[in-house]
């Protein structure tokens, strides 16, 4: 495998990535935007390059629950969906995480209808945020790529053996054409161990999985479940530290981006930071001090990486990609308000809500942004803005 | 006997909550979601087993004399057995009455 960057596809770049994390079980439903993985993961596994099953099954209820029998027999496992697909999953996730099976899950990420829109934005894994999965967000193809390969380790390490979504924009990001390093399945290899769940369904050592819990211990049930996902971002921490090692790129839990000297800072997740980054570079030089912060890891919540970013700040503006019906505007806001909340220096927090359903920000439309965030922190009229929002 | 689920920690529970020892239901006492018992009138038994195929407990079983009993650690009083004998031995009474 060459050391120099190809340009490809990001869809095709992840399904090669799965091919070289040497996946046993893929069982998936294609579904707008994630197809391009899908397909090729399927091209790949038809052309005998690929040593695994591939199970194409009849609807995403299926997919995942195929998973979760691959999972339980030790398989090293993954799928990936978008949107209804997500949703369509939906009980499902719960049962994956809390019986502890280490899924990896690509989400394509898109609008949920109705309206339909087969664009991208993140209503689709919040609605899907509090079902006790492992949710990370790439910016870029090279992210994406390495993500995947941090995504298993993550999963299948023994004190988190947890399920994981990878979160790749749809279309903006799914379906770009970037320049990409695949590590070779040797260099994979050095950095992901062997698969070992500790008790897998086998005839010779039987175990019983997914029982009944009364109420004298569900709740012992929930605590468990809650320690471990919580515990896990120091394994994650620790799995991002050790790829850094290997392969020469950095990843955090929160990423930053000129937060030094930032009196305004802005918050973002996935592939649309990378417009806030030029943006923020132009503003720079027009002598304004703002800087860009992105949530790499959005679930475990990183609660103390975020406020030791934060805290010298006079305004953290968060954009959300999706509404919180009825509620107090974006969920990413709102999670970080009440991050932040009742804790001396802190930034005031301002939401914004902006590019659903596959709307653009560009980097004028980012300046935009900061000079409404920074007038909204003074705003106790309104819990939030929609941005671009034609009145 | 494992530990009861009244008696257990989270620090103890298995991973997702899995169960090793399998075949523990056999400690499970369903018998104490019974509000009624079967008694028996064995002089009227023709030890046809109808009963012992039909309790959805599977706890029936053939005692020394040849006769088919319930055991009340598991008989959980739907009284199936009552109604599917066909020479009427048996005989729902409520665990008041007992
Ligand atoms: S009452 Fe029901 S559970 Fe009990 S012995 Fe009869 S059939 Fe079985
Ligand atoms: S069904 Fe009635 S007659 Fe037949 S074995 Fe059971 S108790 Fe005896």
Redesign the interface.
């Known amino acids: 495998m060459s050391n120099k960057p190809v340009g490809m596809e990001v869809s095709v770049a992840l399904s090669e990535t799965i091919m070289h994390c040497d996946v046993d079980v893929i069982a998936a439903y294609p579904i707008t935007p994630q197809t391009h993985i899908v397909e090729h993961l399927a091209d790949l596994f038809a052309d005998g390059e690929m040593d695994a099953e591939y199970i194409p099954v009849e609807s995403e209820h299926s997919a995942l629950s195929a998973c979760m029998g691959s999972a339980a027999a030790g398989a090293r496992t993954f799928t990936a969906t978008a949107a209804q697909g997500l949703e369509y999953m939906h009980e499902t996730l719960f049962i994956a995480s809390a019986m502890r099976m280490p899924i990896v899950m690509a989400i394509a990420n898109r609008a949920l209808s109705a309206p339909i829109s087969v664009w991208g934005d993140h209503s689709d894994v919040m609605a899907a945020r509090d079902t006790g999965w492992i949710s990370i967000f790439a910016e870029n193809g090279q992210e994406t790529v390495d993500l995947a390969i941090m995504s298993f380790r993550i999963a299948e390490d023994h004190k988190v053996l947890l399920p994981v979504f990878l979160n790749l924009d749809g279309f903006h990001l799914s379906h770009m054409i970037e320049p990409v390093l695949i590590p070779s399945r040797e260099e994979v290899k050095a950095f992901l161990p062997e698969h070992i769940y500790p008790a897998p369904l086998h005839p010779s050592k039987p175990v019983a999985m997914g029982e009944c819990a009364g109420p004298n211990i569900y709740t012992e049930a929930k605590k468990q479940q809650w320690e471990v996902l919580e515990k896990s971002i120091d394994i994650i921490r620790q799995v991002f530290a050790d790829f850094g090692k290997q392969f020469g790129r950095e990843y955090h839990l929160v990423e930053e981006y000129k937060v030094e000297g930032a009196k305004t800072l802005l918050l973002t997740m996935g592939s649309y930071s990378e417009t806030a980054m030029t943006c923020v570079d132009k503003m720079r030089a027009q002598g304004k001090k703002v800087g860009l912060i992105r949530l790499r890891c959005f679930r475990p919540f990183p609660f103390d990486d975020l406020r030791k970013v934060v805290k010298n700040a006079d305004t953290l503006i968060v954009l959300d990609r999706s509404l919180v019906m009825g509620g107090p505007g974006g969920p990413v806001m709102s999670e970080v308000r009440s991050a932040l909340f009742g804790r001396k220096g802190m930034p005031k927090v301002s939401g914004i809500v902006g590019g659903l359903g596959g709307r653009d920000i560009t980097v004028e439309d980012f300046e935009k942004i900061y000079d409404l965030g920074e007038k909204l922190a003074n705003d106790q009229s309104r819990e939030f803005a929609m941005y671009g929002v034609k009145e | 006997m494992v530990k009861?689920?009244?008696d257990?920690?989270?620090?103890e529970?298995?991973?997702?909550?899995?169960?090793?020892d399998?075949g523990n239901t056999m400690q499970y006492k369903t018998g104490d979601w019974r509000s009624q018992r079967p008694i028996y009138n064995f002089e009227r038994c023709i030890k046809c087993g109808v009963c012992y195929i039909f309790c959805p407990e599977g706890c029936i079983s053939r005692n020394d004399a040849g006769h088919f009993v319930a055991d009340l650690f598991f008989c959980k009083g739907c009284a199936i057995c009552e109604r599917e004998c066909p020479t009427k031995v048996i005989t729902m009474i409520t665990e008041e009455d007992k």
Do not use: A, F
């Not at chain 2, 257990?8 to 620090?11: E, K, Q, V, Y």
């Not at chain 2, 529970?13 to 090793?20: A, D, K, R």
């Open positions: 009861s689920d009244k257990m920690t989270w620090h529970l298995n991973l997702g909550c899995m169960i090793t399998v």
